[in-house]
């Protein structure tokens, strides 16, 4: 697909679309919509460029991000994890302060905000610390998985920063393979799917639709509990910063371009996401984000 100019005068990429799977009715009887800003792997860290990373200028690019989302007021932001990075040697009061630095123009979006573990964002830190420096909107502090209902959607957010002993990712304690969702959040997460029959989206920062280093070690049992669901629309992940997006049975699982990568505002990279009750699923792709429209009809939910 063609590059094209949006009408808001940000460069785009050209839409896929994507024929998906029907949903119950119900959802669509009375049609609602909800819009929110997406932005992940911003890495920021006053560290020198590698690997193509531009650590310093991720403040920016955030910026520009958080600038237009205010400006189209969607509805909320999230940020998919890797949020800050941090220099080698590592010094924890210094990756402290690139923590609280990313979050202070996170915080200029005038409306609710979330953000999602990844495993960056624990290489010098614990999960105690990160969660008590960011803000999740309506969530008790500490909190690493959760979720929240709006506009007729449920939100539910994944922490894949555990290793496979069930131990939390503590300090760089971890390999960045080493990636599991656990007993526990998992039976959390079927109770949490078993309550609602609202449309679900999924997010979390390690990979799900696959196996290898990115994916979560268990990622084709989650896909299950969320299959066996019957309410899951999309899962938006990050991590792999190039991107993709797959359907696997009846699930959209995309995954954003990190911010970090390359120089300038042209290697930015960020999102706005349309959903609508009636079924349709519309990723507005900004800079090198691509764009992507998924529409999900009706079919027998699993639970009744």
């Known amino acids: 697909m063609g590059v094209k100019i949006n009408r808001r005068g940000f460069i785009k990429n050209g839409a896929l679309i994507i024929a998906g799977v029907s949903f119950l009715p119900m959802w669509a009887r009375t049609s609602r919509k909800l819009t929110f800003g997406w932005v992940t792997d911003i890495h920021y860290a006053q560290a020198p460029v590698k690997w193509g990373r531009y ?19 969607v509805d909320f932001v999230i940020e998919t994890g890797d949020f800050k990075d941090q220099t080698e040697p590592p010094v924890e009061s210094e990756t402290l302060s690139y923590l609280k630095t990313v979050e ?35 969530i008790k502090s500490g909190a690493t ?6 506009s007729g959607f449920r939100f539910i957010v994944l922490d894949a920063c555990f290793k496979s002993d069930g131990s939390d990712y503590d300090h ?6 080493d990636t599991n969702i656990p007993p526990e959040q998992l039976a959390w997460l079927k109770k949490v799917l078993a309550q609602s029959d609202k449309p679900t989206i999924i997010f979390v920062h390690q990979l799900l639709d ?16 969320l299959e066996d669901s019957g309410t ?17 049975n009846g699930i959209l699982y995309y995954t954003l371009r990190a911010l970090v990568e390359g120089s300038g505002k042209t290697n930015n990279s960020y999102a706005i996401v ?26 027998q939910l699993a639970c009744l």
Do not use: C, M
């Open 104 to 138: 202070a123009e996170f915080i200029k979006f005038n409306g609710p905000r979330y953000h999602v573990l990844g495993n960056h964002d624990l290489d010098s830190l614990s999960k105690k610390q990160f969660t008590s420096n960011v803000d999740n909107t309506g």
């Open 172 to 177: 760089d304690n971890f390999h960045w393979t």
């Open 232 to 248: 899951v629309a999309a899962v938006f992940q990050g991590h792999k910063h190039d991107g993709g997006a797959r359907v696997i």
């Open 55 to 73: 650590f310093t200028e991720s403040v920016n690019k955030l910026k520009e991000a958080i600038d237009l989302f205010n400006e189209e007021k």
């Open 210 to 225: 696959g196996e290898g280093d990115l994916y979560v070690n268990n990622a084709a049992y989650v896909r299950k509990v």
């Open 274 to 299: 349309n959903l609508d009750t009636n079924g349709e699923v519309v990723i507005e792709g900004y800079r090198k984000a691509k764009d992507y429209d998924y529409k999900f009809q009706q079919r």
């Open 145 to 150: 998985y959760y979720y929240f209902d709006q």
